[in-house]
């Protein structure tokens, strides 16, 4: 048994101890534990949607930081889950679709969202018995989740959180109430500064336990309402709880990319700072929560609903403050937080944070295949004899024809194991672990065919590299020119595809990819010897041997195949999804004019054919 373990093992064992002398408390926990796996199930249930609707309001809604911050408070209060707003909104960070100061938008609008539990709770929970909606809710719920169907099955997961959520609160109002008959818990409240410090403290501990804010918040109102602890305390609750959160976040972030990182300070900044502010000015609070109060018909003795207005008061001045200086806070964050160079066996946008968010993981392994091919375009490059650097600049046809100075053999096998063949086998591991439908699953094979595309293309070069070399030097003349302008066509094209993934990783929107693409590949068809008849006038002219025509025309193919498998990779990896999907209904849809065309030709035939007949 590991010796790590055994802090758990103590805590459990005391817990149960304490269960077993107190069936009052066993109520509450179970309560709490009812509630947190309602959560749970909520949250499995949104997901269920993610990949379309969620991820497709936040790419639309982000454009502004209003907006932003508009789409991260109403996700939250529709889903009653920041963690579930935050994971998502955290892998689009990482995979490149959204920028930093989106994502703080989102995440500063998601602490607002969080509050909406708590009215719910103060304004609804406490007054009603949720429990009789409780049951059916599980009934259907439960019914749903045995379902086929996926958005059924997801349908059924939110039915059954919500009603886990009422059991939960239910059990935890019941504990709160029993104790209340026997032990009265708010005389050992602590007032003034020090029992604001420490029941600070312990909404945070209660939120790293429970790894929500949100439960503690519902715990809190729940014993306030039954009297079980004071009104200042219970503020000072809340005021932990938004602290504690921030823990959350940061274990949230830990397997996400920088990005997912800088975002996660974010938040732990934009926490600390208003907690700090809320502990400051809490007299003021104070004056402006009775204040409102009275202007919202909230009776003075009401304080789970004083409680909620309070929680969103200092949450809404964090944001008032904090938006201001969004900019500054990028910046610093981006100066401060540099990423970590990544090995060659390592993947840069990929995390496993993204599984859960279809979308966002397949923008990443597009943007990893962009890396490979950055790897493959130098290897290819190198047993073409050109240098990286030469193929990067503005160059042209003529300036590529030039015979290399110097020509090196390059081990292909050895660079291939070192430098691509690891980061591939994570992209078809991560590929392979993604759980995707629909269009998304068609998304990921593309990815793994262009993937193996770009494999190809390498193993190509490697056999291309046998005759080309000996090939370059030769005393044949028209022999080597041949092998030239091989090297020429493919330098050429490696030219102009990693001018398109640069303009591609930018996030060039205007990239008319299918254009130019089709463009490429009318030169490599038009450079193809054997189709166009110049391997025939050369052999028949006795100016190559047969032996030699043979080479040349495998050595052909090899660089016609590399040249069509990048062209194949590129139109799968060179733009984002959903520019490709938009291009594709664009030239299925027809133009008006062009419908009235067809119709008018169809007319104009039916006419003729009836003018003929008989």
């Given amino acids: 048994m590991r010796f790590r373990q055994l802090p758990l093992i103590f805590a459990m064992a005391l817990l149960g101890w304490a269960l077993l002398a107190s069936p009052t408390l066993t109520e509450i926990a179970a309560g709490i534990a009812i509630f947190l796996f309602g959560m749970l199930i909520l949250e499995q ?118 009603g886990f959520l009422f059991l939960g609160i239910h059990y935890m109002k019941e504990g709160f109430e029993a104790y209340q008959q ?40 729940t014993a306030l309402s039954a009297g079980q602890i004071g009104y200042e305390n219970a503020l000072a609750l809340s005021i932990g709880a938004n602290v504690g959160t921030t823990i959350t976040a940061l274990i949230g972030a830990g397997g996400a990319n920088i990005a997912g990182r800088r975002l996660a300070a974010a938040h732990v900044i934009f926490n600390v700072t208003t907690g700090l502010i809320a502990l400051v000015f809490i007299q003021a609070f104070l004056g402006a929560v009775d204040t409102v109060s009275s202007w919202l018909g909230i009776a003075s003795d009401n304080h ?47 995390s496993e944070t993204m599984l859960e968010t279809p979308a966002a993981a397949l923008e990443a392994t597009r943007r990893e295949l962009l890396r490979l091919f950055r790897r493959a375009f130098s290897l290819i490059a190198k047993v073409l004899n050109y240098e990286t650097g030469q193929l990067r600049q503005p160059t042209s046809n003529a300036e590529l024809a030039i015979e290399p100075r110097r020509i ?6 050895d660079r291939y194991r070192q430098q691509i063949k690891p980061l591939h086998g994570l992209i078809l591991d991560y590929l392979a672990r993604l759980p995707v439908q629909g269009h998304r699953a068609r998304q990921l094979v593309m990815l793994r065919v ?86 025939d006038d050369l052999i028949r002219q006795g ?9 040349l025309m495998n050595d052909t193919a090899y660089g016609y195949r590399i040249a069509k498998n990048l062209l194949a990779m590129a139109r799968a990896t060179f733009l984002p999804f959903e520019q490709i999907d938009a291009e594709l209904r664009q030239a299925l849809e027809l133009r008006p004019d062009e419908v009235r065309d067809i119709l008018n030709e169809i007319n104009g035939a039916s006419g003729r054919q009836t003018g003929d007949s008989p």
């Avoid at 005389?187 to 503690?216: C, D, E, K, N, W």
């Avoid at 993937?451 to 005393?475: F, G, R, Y």
């Avoid at 100016?543 to 080479?551: K, L, V």
């Fill in 450 to 535: 262009a993937a193996q595309d770009l494999i190809e293309a390498v193993k190509d070069a490697k056999h291309l590299q046998k005759n080309m070399i000996p090939s370059l030097t030769a005393n044949n003349r028209d022999l080597k020119a041949e092998y030239l302008a091989i090297r020429c066509n493919l330098g050429y094209l490696l030219h102009q595809l990693d001018r398109m993934a640069a303009r591609a990783e930018a996030g060039d929107e205007d990239l008319d990819l299918e254009l130019e693409l089709a463009d490429l590949d009318s030169e490599i068809e038009a450079g193809d010897i054997v189709h166009n008849g110049r391997l």
């Fill in 543 to 551: 100016r190559i041997s047969a032996e030699q025509a043979t080479s």
């Fill in 182 to 221: 026997g032990i009265d818990l708010a005389r050992y409240a602590v007032g003034g500064v020090p029992g604001l410090f420490l029941y600070i403290l312990i909404g945070m501990v209660a939120t790293v336990v429970m790894q929500s804010s949100h439960a503690t918040l519902i715990l809190t109102i």
């Fill in 304 to 350: 789970t609903l004083k409680l909620a207005l309070f929680h969103s008061l200092f949450n809404l001045t964090g944001i008032v403050i904090m938006v201001p200086f969004v900019n500054r806070l990028v910046e610093l964050l981006e100066t401060k937080m540099q990423p970590r160079p990544t090995t060659l066996d390592e993947p840069k946008f990929i």
């Fill in 45 to 162: 249930g949104f997901r269920t949607f993610t990949g379309g609707v969620l991820e497709n309001l936040l790419k639309r809604s982000t454009d502004r930081l209003w907006k932003g911050l508009a789409f991260g408070a109403l996700a939250t209060t529709a889903t009653q889950s920041s963690s579930l707003v935050s994971v998502i909104t955290i892998s689009f960070l990482s995979a490149g679709l959204l920028g930093l100061g989106q994502g703080i938008g989102v995440i500063f609008g998601a602490n607002l969202g969080t509050t909406s539990g708590a009215w719910l709770m103060a304004g609804f929970g406490i007054r009603v018995n949720i429990s009789a909606y409780a049951m059916p809710l599980l009934i259907f719920g439960v019914l749903l989740i045995f379902n086929r169907s996926r958005s059924l099955k997801g349908a059924g997961y939110v039915l059954a959180g919500i």
């Fill in 408 to 413: 090196r053999v390059v081990d292909v096998d």
